[in-house]
């Protein structure tokens, strides 16, 4: 299990630790190129999507996923800069399964972290999108990252319930829309 602390201690104690180490980036990129037939730019972009993970990288560039996260991320960025309303922008996220854009979005705070604690940082989850990012991340203080990171995450965790979608996209736009707003 890649979770094996849930597991009782008493079927834990039974089992092997066998520990399989992540592919180096540069084997991960020459054999998704390989497999997939896409350009370079592309498979970088998708495989820093996948946080490194190969399988999950090609699966993004099967589904054609990155046009999808970037529209999807334009649209945030529409919100932050006040050319957009977060009802509107929830009903436009909703017609897509939200695992993924909240996924992304976290992804974004993460990023916007990142770059307040340096203007380079090794590791983005979107680098293609660090120009754009970059100035939001100026504006606004770490308190106000961390209540973003608090919203999306807490919407991530209950996405598998009952909870009504729209409603709980539109607060997390709301609240990105305050916090970006405010700063």
């Known amino acids: ?3 094996a602390g849930r597991l009782l201690a ?3 104690s039974r089992c ?3 520990r399989f180490p992540t592919v180096r980036s540069g084997e991960a990129l020459a054999w998704l190129i390989r497999q997939t037939k896409n350009s370079e730019a592309q498979v970088k972009s998708s495989l820093s999507l996948a946080q490194g993970a190969p399988l999950l990288a090609a699966d993004f560039l099967r589904q054609d996923v990155l046009p999808l996260r970037d529209k999807l991320l334009a649209s945030a960025l529409d919100l932050v800069s006040g050319r957009s309303e977060p009802i509107q922008l929830a009903s436009a996220w909703l017609k897509t399964d939200l695992r993924q ?4 979005l976290s992804g974004v705070v ?3 972290w990142r770059l307040q604690v340096s203007a380079n940082p090794p590791h983005l989850c979107h680098p293609e999108w ?3 990012l970059a100035p939001v991340a100026g504006r606004l203080s770490m308190k106000s990252v961390l209540r973003l990171s608090m919203e999306v995450n807490a919407a991530m965790q209950v996405l598998h319930t009952t909870v009504n979608s729209q409603m709980l996209l539109e607060n997390i736009f709301i609240q990105f829309s305050k916090v970006c707003n405010r700063a």
């Open 1 to 3: 299990s890649h979770r």
């Open 130 to 132: 660090r120009q754009k």
């Open 16 to 18: 092997q630790s066998v």
């Open 110 to 112: 993460m990023d916007l």
């Open 101 to 104: 854009p909240l996924y992304w």
């Open 10 to 12: 008493t079927i834990r």
